[in-house]
């Protein structure tokens, strides 16, 4: 990993991701799995480049009378050529993780701003919306239209009161 690379990974600040954007649900368990996956790469860097990596053959030869086993193991080790994988795969599956972790960040964002525009909408209405006071029958029938068409079933049916009322609010008809 380059320098500035390697900078920029020890700035994020992960907490601050997941509360500032509001991930929840999949994305925040995604992004918990990623930075787990991030700080355990980053611990075994850290130990592999603590650890020597030179062979003190000298040493072994003062303290073993078998000088060709000592040979024996350090023409192996002189020999011996790192074996090269194929990352491709890996770097497939990093890929396709990135791809879903984007499709489920834009799809969070649809879902919030879909939410933030009707929250937007409601703002917008309780600002400009009338008082209660002044507010009349044909105002509230224009809004709710089912209202005049129960009303004129229950007056055809000879209902004057809806079911309720009277349990609700008293019998008026003493006034």
Known sequence: MSAPARSAALKIEWAKITSTLGLKGQTAVQLQAFKKCNEDARRKVAVLQDTSQEIDFA???????????????????????????????????????????????????????????????????????RSFDDLTVDDVAKARPDIDIRTEQMVTKGRWMPPGYKEKFGDLSLL
């Open 59 to 129: 040493h072994y030869r003062s303290i073993l009378k078998n000088q060709s086993v000592i040979d024996g193991i350090e023409a192996a080790y002189k020999s011996f050529k790192p074996k090269t994988y194929d990352l491709s795969k890996t770097l497939a599956a990093i890929s396709n993780f990135e791809a879903v972790a984007v499709k489920n960040a834009e799809t969070t964002k649809s879902k919030v701003d879909a939410e933030l525009t009707d929250l937007n909408m409601t703002l917008k209405n309780i600002s400009e919306a």
